[in-house]
Nanobody, 114 residues
Framework: QVHLVESGGGLVQAGGSLRLSCASS????????MGWYRQAPGKQRELVARIASDGSTTYADPVKGRFTISRDNAKTTVYLQMNSLKPEDTAVYYC????????WGQGTQVTVSS
């Protein structure tokens, strides 16, 4: 059974930093593309960043230069380092694994106060 478990969310002031982690099990982690998505109240879920199995990365425009996605294949974990946080970054952040199927974690709340 596949499990993606996010952690590291919380409340932070604008300009602060958080590091999200997503620990996986039940998948061949190194062969999966991993991604972070977010969903703010009343809005659709949107891509934040993704990292392919070869380590190449893609970022949504609003987070470029502030967020960094990385992966540790030995720990089967993907990370999202979030710096210079803004109130508009407030959302539930979800981890995503994609190869032949798509799997989602349960999400972790990030709240940025102004």
């Amino acid at each position: 059974q596949v499990h993606l478990v996010e952690s590291g969310g919380g409340l932070v002031q604008a300009g602060g930093s958080l590091r999200l982690s997503c620990a996986s099990s039940g998948i061949i982690f190194s062969m999966n593309a991993m991604g972070w998505y977010r969903q703010a109240p009343g809005k659709q879920r949107e891509l934040v960043a993704r990292i392919a199995s070869d380590g190449s990365t893609t970022y949504a425009d609003p987070v470029k230069g502030r967020f960094t996605i990385s992966r540790d294949n030995a720990k089967t974990t993907v990370y999202l380092q979030m710096n210079s946080l803004k109130p508009e970054d407030t959302a539930v952040y979800y981890c995503n694994a994609r190869r032949f199927q798509v799997y989602w974690g349960q999400g972790t709340q990030v709240t940025v106060s102004s």
